[in-house]
C-alpha cells in the first residue's frame, strides 16, 4: 500500500473512532437524561406522572439494557480504529476488537431474545410474553458469535505465523 493511501487510511481510522466517541456519549447522555436525570428530578420535585409508575420505568430501563451492550461493540470499534490510526499493527487490534464486539452483540442479542420479556413479567410489567421474537437481537446475537470466533482463527493465524517466522 502506497504510503498517501496508508495516511489516508489512518486518517479515515481516527475520524471514525471520533464519530463512534460521538455516537456512544451521545446515547449515553439520552440515555442518563431519560432513566436518572429526568425521574430524580419529577421525583424531588414532587410532580412524577400519575400515568407513569416506577414499575414502568424500570420495565422501560431493563428494556434498555441491551443497548449498553451494543453500545460497548461501537465504542470496542472505535478504539481499535483509534490504535490502527496510531499505527498499531492490524492483526493484533483486529483480533482482540473481534472478539470484543462479537462478546458484547452476543450477549446483547442474547439478553434482548430471551432475558428482556422475563425479565419484565418478573417485575410485574406488561409487555412481556412468552412467544416473543426479536429477529434483531436474533441476528445481532448470531453475528456476534461469529465476530467471537473469526476473532479466535485470527488469534491463531497469527501464533502459526510467528511460528512459521521462526522457523526461516
Known amino acids: 500500500m502506497p504510503a498517501s493511501d496508508l495516511a489516508r487510511f489512518r486518517r479515515l481510522c481516527g475520524q471514525f473512532r471520533w464519530l463512534a466517541v460521538f455516537m456512544v456519549c451521545s446515547v449515553a447522555a ?40 451494543y453500545l460497548y461493540a461501537v465504542w470496542s ?46 417485575i410485574g410489567g406488561d409487555q412481556g410474553s412468552f412467544a416473543y421474537f426479536d429477529v434483531a437481537g436474533m ?9 467471537f470466533l473469526l476473532g479466535r482463527v485470527i488469534d491463531q493465524a497469527g501464533a502459526i505465523q510467528s511460528e512459521l517466522d521462526q522457523i526461516i
Open 139 to 147: 441476528t445481532l446475537g448470531m453475528i456476534g458469535g461469529a465476530l
Open 30 to 69: 439520552v440515555l442518563v437524561l431519560m432513566f436518572v436525570i429526568a425521574p430524580t428530578v419529577a421525583l424531588s420535585r414532587g410532580v412524577f406522572p400519575s400515568h407513569v409508575s416506577p414499575v414502568d420505568l424500570i420495565e422501560k430501563a431493563v428494556w434498555t439494557t441491551p443497548t449498553l451492550f
Open 77 to 122: 470499534i472505535g478504539a481499535a480504529l483509534g490504535q490502527v490510526s496510531k499505527g498499531r499493527l492490524i492483526q493484533p487490534v483486529l483480533s482482540r476488537a473481534l472478539r470484543h464486539v462479537g462478546i458484547a452483540l452476543g450477549l446483547g442479542g442474547l439478553l434482548s431474545v430471551f432475558g428482556i420479556t422475563n425479565i419484565s413479567r418478573l
